[in-house]
């Protein structure tokens, strides 16, 4: 299967907040920094599956066995401005499976960069409401082969999106969120100049269907905004694409879909101001022409002030 979940994981990964109102973000959350602040962090998710969908069809598949995909992702956070924040990452990534006589690969995969602004933020009520913006891309940064199901690194094309985020949270620490991203895929190049969809094509640019992925979150504050919490439940609709044919590998333009359940936490030791350590639990539930995944991720985080307002961080939710 390919890595369908470059945007959406990249968007879920994270939540960086630190406490004594010092926070960060990532595109889907409703966290805003100061102008001046800037949050690093380093993660490391292992996601394996054994199972897949061949179209509808859940099916196993004695030449791959059990895939697994390890990735290290360094991302950045940085406030421009109070209402204007960059987001940046560059995964690497490593694929291999446990059966069959292909070899997996390794290297650097997609370049993100997110612009995410405060559109609206307002007391209602015994709460805050949020409403966040966020223009995004990423763009292959290596030449990885995006046509070798399931070991390719990436889908291997540029890839821009539109996103809202509304956001309640009361002043107790409860919150509910949202999220909705509107993504337009640029062509991928393969190493080929004829390949078969639904019909033969001569040529080697493969056209790829847009995607929806949208997305809900429960959330809580604990132990006097030292723990967070998250339950999530989102998804990726693709507008377009075809199936896996029976008993073929799959291809850069299938028809990705999926759902999936996700556990999250971050933890801020007192005895360490600015740092942070993340942990997240992934499931997917259901889905079509992808792998039936279970990933774990856990990292670090480190939030500094470099100017202006750097000291202090505004809590936008």
């Not at 690969?105 to 409403?131: E, H, M, P, R």
């Amino acid at each position: 299967m390919k890595n369908i979940l470059h945007i959406s994981i990249l968007a879920y990964l994270l939540a960086l907040t630190l406490p004594d109102e010092v926070l960060a973000q990532t595109p889907s959350d409703g966290l805003m920094m100061d102008r001046g602040q800037i949050c690093f962090a380093a993660l490391y998710t292992h996601d394996t599956w054994d199972e897949y969908w061949e179209g509808t069809l859940k099916r196993t598949n004695g030449n791959i066995g059990t895939l697994t995909r390890q990735t290290v992702m360094p991302m950045f956070a940085f406030g421009l401005t109070d209402r204007l924040n960059v987001i940046a990452s560059l995964p690497w990534v490593r694929t291999q499976a446990s059966g069959g006589q292909m070899r997996g690969v390794s290297g650097f995969q997609d370049i993100g960069l997110w612009v995410k602004g405060t559109a609206y933020n307002n007391t209602l009520g015994s709460g805050t409401l949020s409403l966040f913006g966020v223009l995004g891309m990423t763009l292959p940064t290596s030449d990885y082969l995006e046509d070798y199901a399931p070991f390719s690194l990436g889908l291997g094309c540029p890839d821009f999106s539109i996103r809202a985020t509304p956001q309640y949270q009361l002043d107790m620490g409860l919150y509910v969120r949202g999220t909705a991203a509107y993504m337009i895929r640029g062509n991928a190049t393969i190493e080929r100049d004829y390949y078969y969809t639904t019909h033969g094509v001569y040529s080697d640019q493969v056209d790829m269907p847009n995607a929806m992925s949208y997305g809900a979150t429960l959330g809580y504050w604990l132990f006097d905004y030292t723990l967070q919490v998250e339950a999530s439940y989102d998804g990726l609709n693709s507008y377009g694409g075809h199936d896996i044919r029976r008993q073929d590998a799959g291809f850069p333009s299938n028809k990705m879909d999926f759902t999936r359940a996700g556990l999250f936490m971050h933890y801020f030791p007192s005895f360490f101001p600015g740092f942070g350590i993340v942990g997240q639990y992934n499931q997917i539930l259901t889905g079509r022409n992808v792998g039936q995944s279970t990933a774990f991720t856990a990292g670090i985080t480190y939030q500094f002030g470099l100017w202006g307002a750097g000291e202090t961080v505004n809590t936008v939710n």
